[in-house]
């Protein structure tokens, strides 16, 4: 009976979105058949599979309980031999050659054009000075950002750190999703989420609460809830079935699958989530269609080193664009934002903030592997809400130069595709799902 309830659920072929004119079944055809080939041979290239994380920063809201034991857990860090040269020896905003030659120069100039109007100033005030500076930076930015200067920051492959169940769980797991949904989704404390065994017999649902919102607190909720979601699906499909002779073997675990969305089990709550999966995939493959110009200049190249593969690289990555931009239900984030000027900045801003707060929660994520895969794609969809927010920016962008109003760094980059994989694999996993569903009634 239960599983016939979730494939009813899971299936229906015109399954529609709240929030926007789209239903799964178009999402599921479009995923399968244009973008997860692609997507998962993109994230196999080089440009791509290597991202610069620091895994060892504090956590700044709580006394942090300790890093997980599991083996599973650990994250293995790339060798500085493995990097490819343009990689590594590239700052986080070059791309190619000419803006490597470009970027150095204009780090130059500003470096004597503050020395020669503050010849003056102290140590300690020029440090201010470009603190200021970084921080102007930092206004369009939706998440926190590791330093990739820092000793701390170490390449990783993403190719050989997999995200998959590693057996983290418990209070302080429980604690990071708690204090993401409690305290950063603009829910007051008297509404309980669903689920949550503290909540009282009567007093305001959820859902009540939540419809009641403006369109921007929806989508926010939405956006954390699909990710949420997401995350769950990868372990549940990469789950450790058994080990032997010291060899792990991994796999679908239908039973963690039912657990975390069974309609029953999760008293109504699953399916909601996958539909708030499928909502963020939309949100993504908008932002990737918006910014296709960006990546379309000529003096973006993927810059690796290797010429003939980093041609081949964005060839790939504008195929993937011209797909994008073909989706024909795509959502409309001119819905959003659009009252009133003051309120809207202001509520963008808070929207922001909100945002960054949830990155920075990443750190306290015991895991290590967890939090690589975390941060990733926490910072992807800042990078995603970024683009969809500076249109006006990437309209005006200049052909042959670096531009002033809107910028990518490398990490942003290869964070907002591979989070934008995930969600693709997500996707397509779900579909695994239901033919093993179908084939267990």
């Not at 975390?260 to 993504?284: A, H, M, Q, S, W």
Request: proline share 5%.
């Amino acid at each position: 009976m239960l599983v016939s309830i979730l494939i009813t659920l899971l299936i229906s072929d015109r399954f529609f979105l709240d929030d926007c004119l789209c239903d799964i079944d178009s999402i599921d055809n479009f995923n399968t058949f244009k973008i997860f080939p692609k997507i998962k041979k993109l994230q196999e290239r080089d440009y791509f599979r290597y991202y610069k994380v620091n895994l060892k920063r504090p956590c700044p809201f709580w006394a942090e309980d300790g890093h997980c034991s599991i083996k599973d857990c650990h994250v293995e860090p790339c060798p500085e031999s493995k990097i490819p040269v343009g990689i590594k020896a590239g700052s986080s905003n070059k791309y190619s050659k000419v803006a490597n030659n470009t970027k150095e120069l204009e780090d130059c100039e500003q470096a004597n054009k503050l020395g020669a109007i503050n010849s003056t100033l102290s140590n300690q005030s020029k440090e201010a000075f470009i603190d200021w500076a970084r921080y102007d930076d930092s206004q369009d930015h939706f998440c926190e950002l590791d330093d990739e200067r820092s000793p701390a920051a170490q390449y990783v492959d993403l190719l050989l750190n997999p995200e998959r169940y590693t057996g983290y769980k418990g209070s302080s797991a429980w604690r990071v999703w708690n204090s993401i949904y409690e305290e950063n989704c603009f829910k007051p404390r008297s509404v309980y989420r669903p689920l949550n065994p503290l909540a009282p017999s009567r007093g305001e649902s959820f859902y009540t609460w939540l419809e009641g919102l403006c369109l921007e607190k929806r989508v926010f909720y939405k956006l954390i809830s699909g990710l949420h979601a997401s995350i769950n699906l990868h372990l549940c499909a990469n789950y450790l079935l058994e080990e032997t002779w010291g060899k792990p073997s991994w796999g679908p675990n239908m039973k963690e699958f039912k657990r975390r969305f069974d309609p029953v089990e999760t008293k109504g709550e699953g399916p909601r989530r996958l539909k708030n999966l499928y909502f963020l995939y939309l949100i993504e493959l908008r932002a990737l269609s918006k910014v296709a110009p960006y990546f379309e200049r000529s003096i973006v190249d993927l810059y690796t080193g290797n010429v003939e593969e980093d041609a081949d690289t964005k060839t790939l990555l504008l195929n993937i664009f011209q797909d994008t931009k073909s989706f024909p239900m795509h959502f409309d984030e001119k819905s959003m934002f659009a009252g009133d000027k003051k309120g809207a900045k202001s509520l963008k801003e808070e929207f922001r903030l909100h945002f960054k707060n949830i990155s920075r929660i990443m750190d306290c994520v015991g895991c290590d592997k967890c939090r690589l895969w975390g941060k990733l794609q926490t910072q992807g969809l800042g990078t995603a809400l970024k683009i969809l927010f500076s249109e006006k920016e990437i309209q005006k962008l200049p052909e042959n130069s670096p531009s002033k109003g809107f910028q990518l760094t490398r990490q942003e980059i290869v964070a907002l595709l591979n989070a934008f994989g995930r969600l693709s694999t997500s996707i397509r996993e779900l579909q695994n799902f239901k033919v093993l569903l179908q084939h267990s009634r």
